[in-house]
């Protein structure tokens, strides 16, 4: 199976003073052939002169948590991670990768969680490029990848889980944060390996009842602490007789 393939250039500062040297003495001998009038050498040395200026296209520059894909005619050749000032063959395309930590939030997603209760969910998701072969290669883009992937693991892992637990012990998305996190993340993980990306940290950054139930909430909730003040109040009468 193929994989990434790490990838050196030769050093692009010798490249760029042999380079100019050569493009430096063609003119020279350039300027020599036609006041000897000898066509055949200036022709030569014009040959020269386009190939030199061919390959100061393979001078690159490699920034700090960057990387460049190289491609001969269609065929991966590597990856240069490495960073600094590189010379490869002209004639190859460089695409360019960050490797920087990124992170992405997804929308507030609306789903039934594992009672059916409709609730609002939203979810952060830390990643980074690891494997630049898979990246490019494995799928179209892996930008809109990560995010489509990590929002169908957001709506599995609410609908795997209660809003609230009904009993000791049982996870819950709005109460056992740490173990959601972990879940969230190894969901996401597992659907963004085959792009070559590590998932650094998932956590949930929205989670809520939906509209349509969140007023009821609230109406029991306030119908509760009445009926509490009520019973209260009357217990203190009954006790004042």
Request: charged content about 20%.
């Amino acid at each position: 199976m193929i994989g990434e393939k790490d990838m050196r250039g030769f050093n692009g500062w010798f490249m760029l003073i042999a380079l100019t040297a050569v493009v430096l003495g063609a003119v020279w001998q350039l300027v020599e052939a036609v006041k000897a009038e000898s066509f055949w050498m200036v022709g030569l040395w014009i040959v020269v002169l386009i190939v030199s200026g061919v390959c100061y296209a393979g001078l690159s520059v490699v920034n700090p948590n960057e990387a460049k894909v190289v491609q001969l005619a269609g065929v991966y050749k590597g990856t240069i991670k490495q960073q600094g000032f590189w010379w490869v063959n002209p004639l190859t395309t460089r695409r360019k990768l960050s490797l920087r930590v990124r992170n992405f939030e997804s929308g507030h997603l609306k789903v039934n969680d594992h009672d059916g209760n409709p609730v609002e969910i939203a979810a952060v998701v830390v990643w980074r490029i690891v494997e630049t072969f898979e990246a490019l290669f494995n799928v179209n883009d892996y930008e809109h990848f990560v995010h489509v992937q990590s929002e169908a693991a957001v709506r599995i892992l609410a609908t795997s889980y209660p809003y609230d637990a009904h009993q000791e012990g049982q996870l819950s998305l709005r109460q056992s944060v740490g173990e959601i996190s972990d879940r969230l993340r190894h969901e996401v993980q597992e659907r963004l390996a085959k792009a070559g990306i590590e998932v650094i940290e998932a956590r949930i950054s929205h989670l809520a009842y939906a509209a349509e139930i969140a007023g009821a909430t609230r109406w029991r909730r306030s119908a509760g602490r009445s009926w509490s003040i009520w019973t209260t109040s009357a217990r203190q009468r009954w006790s004042a007789t």
